[in-house]
């Protein structure tokens, strides 16, 4: 898609798609299927950049043919460099940071006031973390006891200049949740066992919303991409595109993704 169209963020979305691989065909009760069931789990693409992962993952979840995908970054199509509502799949429109676990806090708290079981999960960056809105959000969360929200930082060090802690330094991510009164997690954003262990037992705490520190690399998958902040909106030339392909076949072909499919994937 981001060779194709010649843009797009191609290190956030390597970075990312673990997570939502694991929320959308495990954890998560948030499908084409029950799209209208008000009862249904709800997710918020707060790092709404990410987009191309989180398209391809909506694709094969069923809610647009993956042929669609084709189209992305095309002039009057349906899917625009960051998420908007024209997309089946998308709750919020989202790109400007900051702005994703404020409406999952609506969006939770009114789920308690209608006595639904919906849990609402918000994927944020470690970059966004610099939006003061997200502490406003974060400190209303628990003052409202949100357990079933769950926040989940993908943390991969490096925002769109450079590492995190040098640009805006908004550590240490876990101490400070914790502080404002989040049950916090932490685990390995690659590995998809550990996450769904993580989202499938939420509340870890009753009363208490949930935070997880996903360690991740940026560019996971590819080597010349892993952990460079260049890579956060550069597009492939051929011979780069040709190499990243070559390598993330090489992984798939590894056996892990398909025997984690067959095992323990699809138990939502
Ligand atoms: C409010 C706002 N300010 C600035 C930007 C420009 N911007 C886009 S991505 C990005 C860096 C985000 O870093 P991070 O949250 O760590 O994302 P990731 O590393 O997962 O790609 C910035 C500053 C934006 N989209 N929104
Ligand atoms: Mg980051």
Redesign the pocket.
């Known amino acids: 898609m981001i060779h194709a169209a010649r843009m797009g963020?191609m290190?956030?979305s390597l970075?990312?798609v673990d997570i939502l691989v694991s929320l959308y065909f495990h954890s998560m009760r948030c499908g084409p299927a029950n799209w209208g069931d008000p009862a249904r789990d709800h997710f918020i693409m707060s790092?709404?950049?990410?987009v191309e992962g989180f398209y391809a993952v909506l694709a094969r979840a069923g809610f647009f043919p993956e042929s669609a995908l084709a189209d992305y970054g095309k002039f009057g199509g349906m899917l625009y460099g960051h998420p908007t509502l024209k997309v089946p799949g998308v709750e919020i429109p989202s790109?400007?940071?900051?702005h994703g676990l404020a409406v999952g806090v609506g969006m939770a708290l009114a789920a308690k006031r209608d006595g639904l079981p919906s849990r609402v999960f918000v994927l944020?960056?470690?970059?966004?973390?610099a939006?003061g809105s997200v502490w406003e959000a974060a400190r209303a969360a628990a003052h409202y006891g949100l357990d079933n929200l769950v926040a989940i930082v993908?943390a991969?060090g490096?925002?769109?200049?450079g590492p995190?802690a040098k640009v805006m330094n908004s550590g240490p991510l876990a101490a400070k949740y914790a502080s404002f009164g989040w049950a916090v997690r932490e685990a390995d954003g690659h590995d998809h066992a550990a996450l769904t262990a993580a989202f499938d037992s939420a509340p870890w705490k009753p009363g208490a919303p949930n935070f997880l520190l996903a360690h991740t690399k940026?560019g996971r998958g590819v080597s010349f991409m892993e952990n460079d902040a260049s890579w956060?909106?550069r597009t492939p030339t051929d011979d780069e595109y040709g190499r990243a392909l070559a390598e993330l076949g090489a992984r798939q072909g590894s056996g892990a993704a398909e025997a984690w499919a067959a095992g323990e994937g699809g138990a939502r």
């Open positions: 963020h290190g956030g970075s990312s790092k709404g950049h990410s790109g400007s940071l900051g944020m960056g470690d970059g966004e973390q939006e993908d991969n490096l925002q769109i200049s995190v940026k956060h909106h």
